[in-house]
């Protein structure tokens, strides 16, 4: 219904040039919202006041200049409203929506997608997290909202290609090796005294123990400077893999695992400083090399090469992001902690610097999220020596409530996860309230089929007759599925669908409580089979895009 409206606004102010009652100035992008009163109508438009804005003219007046010209010759408006300033609300004629229920058919479990991106390359890079530990639950609900993300974008028609980038150079991982070999030297008698930034989880100490049953002692002979170079190297490839094994049980499976190493190739990163060098980018001050990012609206320029020669993460990072323009993506998506914040203009510089438009780097913040039991802050985990992990919240509460309960709030705003209400099978649940939901409805058309009904198609059944407003409302939500996927697409929204789920649940689950889908009325029994069937659909469709069961028994 969304894009019927603006297709006749578009036309409307074409007309309106054309009859010389508006400027010919270039035509605004014009958005089409649903209303949250009904009273208000039931899409409502500020098109009229951006038009106004650009001609300095009274937007009521260019409303009802708009009003006058819209052609509808379906008949899908039963009147238009002029409001407040100059908003213009559409109220739908009663059963118009009935007839989209014919596309929830015939599309099926592709219903809800759209060409919105026309195959766009689209790279989402996400979770990213150093391969130094376990992953905690911050970078669970990062990992998840990558995901979904992915899967709204490919819904929406784009090309996605989904990326973990292994920070494996550097102090961390040097701090890795020399913890683990520490440890090692303790598991055979010696003293070893830990520096500051040694990680000293137990997992350090599992490490060690797996070096010293394969190998022996033979490490102890070894120059220190090597034998931490492949104690690194074993660390950083094992914990790595656990890594992949978290995600893989969370539902999340990468196209590409890019490490940091290929950028310092063949003097990658250097060649590509002095490239930007010579561009007048970058600049020497001191023994030290600042990118100019203040010439992009940064607070002040950044350091790429310190002054003892070595270079910064924000240098690998312009070299990493020089690489996926170069692979051929319009568009690249970084997923980051909140507290990133501040990283975003430096990275948007470097982005323009090396010749990319400004839009072509799109960030989602992920703000941190507070485990609760019962209400209570939940304790580190003394088991990994960090916070409590992914493999743990996932094995407690399962992948379906850890993945559903990440994406309940915005990704940057905080989020309380309490595993009790994540586990229980009530009301209280929302993963649980919605899968209910789908389960209720296979049990419905399983009562049909023991009964010899069988499922009507859109020409079997008469939509007309769903005229309570509970069946309204699941119609209204039905339809308007499309216009969720896409303006989660446009916004990078993934929240949108669980708050589009909780809404489409508590209307069929507040429709099932009230009225009998199958009774005696055969002709009613066929219609109510039919909404219900389309209301499956969507659910199940929606779970697959969270990447959440839709079980059929419960």
Known sequence: MKRILVALLERAIRAGVEAGLLPATAPPSIE??????????????????????????????IAGVLSQRIEDP?????????????????????????????????????????DLGKGGRVQVEFVSANPTGPLHI????????????????????????REYYINDTGNQMNNLGLSVF????????????????????????????????????????????????LFTDYAGSAILGGIKDDLRAFGVVFDLYFSERELYREEGVGMLLRALQDKGFIYREGDALWFRTTA????????????????????????????????GFETVIDIWGADHHGYIPRMSAAVQALGYEKEALKVILVQLVNLLREGKPVAMSTRSGEFVTLREVVDEVGKDAARYNFLMRRSDSHLDFDLEVAKRQSNEN??????????????????????????????????GLLKLPEEIDLIKAITRFPEVVEGAARTLEPHRLTFYLNDLAAGFHSYYNKNKVISDDA???????????????????????????????M
């Open 523 to 553: 002709v009613l029994t066929a219609a109510r089979l039919f909404l219900v069937k389309s209301v499956l659909t969507v659910l199940k469709n929606t779970l697959k895009m969270l990447g959440v069961s839709a079980p059929e028994k």
């Open 32 to 61: 089409v919202e649903l209303t949250k009163d009904p009273g208000h109508g039931d899409y409502a438009s500020n098109v009229a006041m951006i038009l106004a804005s650009q001609v300095r003219k009274d937007p009521r007046e």
């Open 182 to 229: 520490l440890r090692y030297r303790e598991l055979l008698g010696e003293a070893a005294e830990f520096p500051e930034g040694c990680y000293r989880g137990d997992y350090i100490r599992d490490l060690a123990a797996e070096l010293l049953k394969r190998d022996g002692k033979r490490y102890l002979d070894m120059d220190a400077e090597e034998a931490i170079r």
């Open 138 to 161: 911050g970078h669970a609900r990062g990992a998840v909202v990558g995901d979904v993300m992915a899967n709204i974008l490919a819904a929406a028609g784009y090309r996605v290609f």
């Open 74 to 114: 379906e008949g899908f408006l039963e009147k238009i409203e002029i409001a407040g300033p100059g908003f213009m609300n559409f109220f739908i004629r009663e059963g118009v929506l009935n007839r989209f229920l014919a596309d929830v058919e015939r599309e099926s479990e592709r219903y809800g997608s759209s």
């Open 296 to 327: 992009f609206g940064d607070e002040k320029d950044r350091v790429v090469i310190r002054q003892n020669g070595a270079p910064t993460y924000f240098a690998a990072d312009i070299a990493y992001h020089r690489n996926k323009f170069l692979r």
């Open 430 to 463: 929302p993963v649980y309230y919605v899968q209910y939901a789908h389960a209720r409805i296979c049990s419905i058309i399983r009562m049909a089929a023991e009964r010899g009904i069988e499922m009507p198609a859109f020409g079997q059944a008469d939509p």
